[in-house]
């Protein structure tokens, strides 16, 4: 799997856009981007996973470059139940057989009052 | 939505005992599923992948013989740590996969269970 690059931690306040970037420089053709978050002492959530288009869900936008060597999770109005660590995940296809999950240190976002 | 849940969610044991999670999908059928530890300030690790009536793969580092991984049915799968050490002590967490992929295609994960070796 593809590694990826996230900046340890993240601030935001309420209210407020909260644009998460990650960096996948050396994602193949056939993998995908993934993010999930994990609230403290919880298991992991899912949130949304693209593969080159934009795509946005009830949760979050995923942005891709062109190039795919980075992305941006965008929560459009964070509030403070979104604190968490955010996951960039590159893997296989859903389902495919190179199809594995592997976590990296994540970003800690904190949402402030 | 897909519900996937662990029991228990958290145990206490002595040293040389072994303990068995089980985790279950509760409203699909799950082909695969996927074990992970996290222990304090750390990321999730993948410890072995489960698919329905076969053998568990496990990643590299983890011992199969202390890890036992059973997927007997397309709704569970069970974790047994044998002779727990205080080492083991860890946030173990499951996930499970549906077998629809084109419908499911993200990973649900359980709300894990934490152990305690004394």
């Known amino acids: 799997d593809a590694k990826t690059t996230q900046p340890t931690s993240m601030d935001c306040a309420e209210g407020r856009a909260a644009n998460l970037p990650c960096n996948h420089s050396t994602i193949s053709g056939n993998e995908y981007v993934y993010w999930y978050r994990q609230i403290h002492s919880q298991g992991p959530q899912y949130i949304i996973h693209?593969?080159?288009n934009n795509e946005t869900n009830e949760m979050a936008s995923l942005i891709i470059t062109e190039d795919r060597k980075s992305s941006t999770l965008i929560l459009p109005h964070a509030t403070l139940r979104d604190t968490a660590v955010y996951y960039c995940i590159v893997s296989g296809t859903p389902g495919g057989s190179n199809y594995k999950l592997t976590f990296g240190k994540g970003t800690l976002l904190t949402v402030n009052p | 939505g897909a519900v996937v849940s662990q029991h228990p969610s958290w145990v206490i044991c002595k040293s040389g005992t072994s303990v068995k999670i089980e985790c279950r999908s509760l409203?699909?059928?799950?082909?695969?599923m996927f074990w992970y530890r996290q222990f304090p300030k750390q990321s999730l690790m993948l410890m072995a992948t489960?698919?329905?009536?076969?053998?568990?793969?496990?990643e590299q580092g983890v011992e199969k013989d202390k890890f036992l991984i059973n997927h007997a049915s397309l709704t569970l799968s069970t974790l047994t740590v044998t002779s727990a050490h205080p080492e083991d002590s860890s946030f173990y967490i499951c996930?499970?996969?549906?077998?629809?992929?084109?419908?499911?295609?993200?990973?649900?994960f359980g709300p894990g269970t934490r152990l305690t070796v004394l």
């Open positions: 409203d699909f059928q799950a082909t695969t």
């Open positions: 996930s499970a996969r549906a077998g629809d992929w084109s419908s499911y295609n993200e990973q649900f």
């Open positions: 489960s698919n329905e009536g076969s053998k568990a793969t496990y």
């Open positions: 693209g593969l080159k």
